[in-house]
């Protein structure tokens, strides 16, 4: 599976990006499909998952109420709409595919190049 997110960039507290991620190798209709984030001298952590059909999310507590991840099958890609965005948002972000299917917190199998969020405060 190829992964290409897209979308980082500059912004102030308080704004707002979204995030893209297109797949290709794969049929997308069966990935799981998640984003992760990489904060200078941190670990990698989740960040939001989304099932094959988009029935299904899950966010970490840092996400919750403020970032809503979606996925368009037709178009091979998911989304990570990010609001309200804090200088603590800035990262890294990565998405990941999922071979099982399901989206979850862990078991991603494939990652793309990852893409920068900045917050200024």
């Known amino acids: 599976v190829q992964l290409q997110a897209s979308g980082g960039g500059l912004v102030q507290a308080g704004g707002s990006l979204r995030l893209s991620c297109t797949a290709s190798g794969r049929p997308f209709n069966l990935l799981g499909m998640g984003w992760f984030r990489q904060a200078p001298g941190k670990a990698r952590a989740f960040v939001a998952g989304?099932?094959?059909?988009?029935?299904?999310?899950v966010y970490a507590d840092s996400a919750k109420g403020r970032f809503t991840i979606s996925r368009d099958n037709a178009k091979n890609t998911v989304y990570l709409q990010m609001n309200s965005l804090k200088p603590e948002d800035t990262a890294v972000y990565y998405c990941a595919s999922d071979s099982t299917g399901w989206g979850r917190t862990s078991q991603y199998d494939y990652w793309g190049q990852g893409t920068q969020v900045t917050v200024s405060s």
């Open positions: 989304i099932n094959w059909s988009g029935g299904s999310t």
